[in-house]
């Protein structure tokens, strides 16, 4: 069936370090895909979304870029701060199917001051 | 704007209990949801429910039960409760579903003793 991977469970940085979150899915069709980030003791929040091959998501210094080729959609921030500590998670709407979505196991991000 | 509240905030029930977690949402969106997260595990769909008084299954519906009872609200039963069983439960709703962001409540907190 359609699923998320994301293989980093925790990623360890220093205020100003280069972000990667990697995110690969598995979907027939064009899925819609989306990065929500989740703060301690809150629902996940929608960061942004993309819908077609090549598209690029971003919000908040964030983003991403659709690559169906390689079926993935990893999120990058060139300079990450202590508030961007908290849990990530990428997501998709499958194309076979209108409603629903699916997500990631999350990516848990510690920036370091 | 609009908000998503999530009844109890904490629940604590005994083992094989029935328990009902309640969900309300004033954006007047069609789609909603009901997620299980787990520490490692991400985020599982439950249940959801494209319009009033539809009910489609998830990943992990077994023991589960939703009601959609109107378009605002969204109910999952735990039919019974398991031992130790510890999560937290996200409820969401979105526009038109797949393509559309979700919003989440803040979460109930379930433990069983």
């Known amino acids: 069936g359609d699923s998320v991977t994301q293989t980093e469970g925790q990623v360890a940085l220093s205020e100003e370090d280069f972000l990667t979150i990697h995110c690969n899915y598995s979907?027939?069709?064009?899925?819609?895909l989306f990065w929500y980030v989740q703060y301690p003791g809150e629902g996940p929040q929608f960061l942004f979304r993309?819908?077609?091959?090549?598209e690029k998501g971003s919000s908040r210094g964030f983003e991403a870029t659709y690559d169906k080729g390689t079926t993935s959609f990893h999120l990058r921030k060139a300079s990450v701060q202590e508030s961007d500590s908290a849990v990530y998670y990428c997501?998709?709407?499958?194309?076979?199917?209108?409603?629903?979505?699916?997500f990631g196991k999350g990516t848990h991000l510690h920036v370091l001051p | 704007g609009g908000i998503i509240t999530q009844t109890p905030k904490f629940l604590i029930g005994q083992e094989g209990q029935k328990l009902t977690l309640k969900c309300q949402q004033n954006f007047n969106h069609d789609t909603m949801y009901w997620y299980r997260q787990d520490s490692g595990k991400g985020l599982r769909l439950i249940y959801y429910?494209?319009?009033?008084?539809?009910?489609q299954k998830g990943d992990l519906s077994e023991g589960y039960d939703a009601s959609r009872e109107k378009k605002s609200s969204f109910s999952l039963t735990v039919t019974s409760a398991q031992k130790n069983e510890m999560a937290v439960f996200l409820c969401?709703?979105?526009?038109?579903?797949?393509?559309?962001?979700?919003?989440f409540g803040h979460g109930t907190k379930l433990s069983v003793l």
């Open positions: 429910s494209i319009t009033e008084n539809d009910l």
């Open positions: 979907a027939s069709g064009y899925p819609a």
């Open positions: 993309a819908s077609r091959d090549k």
């Open positions: 969401a709703s979105s526009f038109r579903g797949r393509r559309e962001r979700l919003f």
């Open positions: 997501a998709l709407g499958p194309d076979t199917n209108a409603y629903k979505v699916i």
